[in-house]
């Protein structure tokens, strides 16, 4: 069974003043539409020592685009909190359980359902945004190429962002711009509802799905899927460790 099952516990958690994700709230005006990518770095989370109950706090990475010129802007909070934690035990594995359900944007809390799409670690981050060659005589750093996390390459600043020899987006000032894409074998899916608007994928390949860099980690559940919402990350060996600066792709669900 997916969800806080796997950690044998019950998954009820009471928030104060707080809006049910996927209803309106009459403290905000921007509507964020499903399907959205919300791409944002974490702090530090441990099974050994988060404590259920406790807040998590993330930041949105790139600026997002909504609708009608709207925009979430870089640096925006995104909040969540620690359903449950498993330490290591003997016979089972560790396991930390969490949920990002309110966005901060000024004076507005807006309450959305998220999921996880993709999660890189801190070296991942890191090494996609340093350029894969160094810089010839001549040559400006910012036009240099880099990787994603995910495999796509970007040509600097401003260039094209490509999958093999597919140009799928265009690099912006603070990360790129593309088309949510689906990579064969995965389960993140691509548009939701034929919306194929550009989307802020930061360090990420437009198709990234699943875990980077965490070599004793996995996604046990993403949150697609009931419990909605509920992201479950499990170590293959020891406990659930993630250093300050990873990397997440969340996505709105509703």
Request: aromatic share 8%; net charge positive; proline share 4%.
């Given at each position: 069974m997916a969800g806080l099952s796997v950690l044998g516990v019950d998954a009820a958690y009471a928030k104060a003043n707080t809006v049910p994700p996927g209803q309106k709230s009459s403290l905000h005006t921007t509507d964020v539409p499903a399907g959205t990518i919300l791409p944002v770095r974490i702090g530090g989370l441990s099974s050994e020592k988060s404590?259920?109950?406790?807040?998590?706090k993330a930041r949105i990475m790139q600026d997002?685009?909504?609708e009608n010129g709207l925009k979430l802007r870089a640096g925006t909070t995104v909040l969540g909190h620690v359903i449950d934690v498993r330490p290591v035990i003997p016979g089972q594995k560790a396991a930390l359980a969490i949920e990002f359900d309110t966005i901060l944007q000024g004076k507005e809390r807006i309450p959305v359902l998220t999921h996880l799409r993709a999660f890189a670690s801190t070296l991942e981050v890191e090494f996609a945004q340093v350029p894969t060659t160094g810089p010839a005589k001549g040559?400006?750093?910012d036009w240099l190429p880099t990787v994603q996390i995910g495999g796509e390459v970007v040509y600097g600043k401003g260039g094209e962002v490509t999958n093999g020899d597919r140009v799928v987006g265009r690099s912006v000032n603070d990360g790129v711009l593309a088309q949510v894409n689906s990579k064969e074998?995965?389960?993140?899916?691509?548009d939701v509802e034929g919306d194929d608007r550009p989307q802020a994928f930061w360090v990420?390949?437009?198709d990234a799905c699943g875990a980077y860099g965490f070599p004793t980690l996995t996604i046990s559940h993403a949150g697609r899927t009931n419990p909605e919402g509920e992201i479950v990350l499990v170590s293959e060996r020891g406990p659930v460790k993630?250093?300050?600066g990873s990397g997440m792709l969340l996505r709105v669900q509703r």
């Open positions: 404590k259920r109950g406790e807040i998590i997002v685009p909504l040559d400006v750093y074998g995965t389960k993140c899916s691509g990420f390949s437009s993630i250093r300050s």
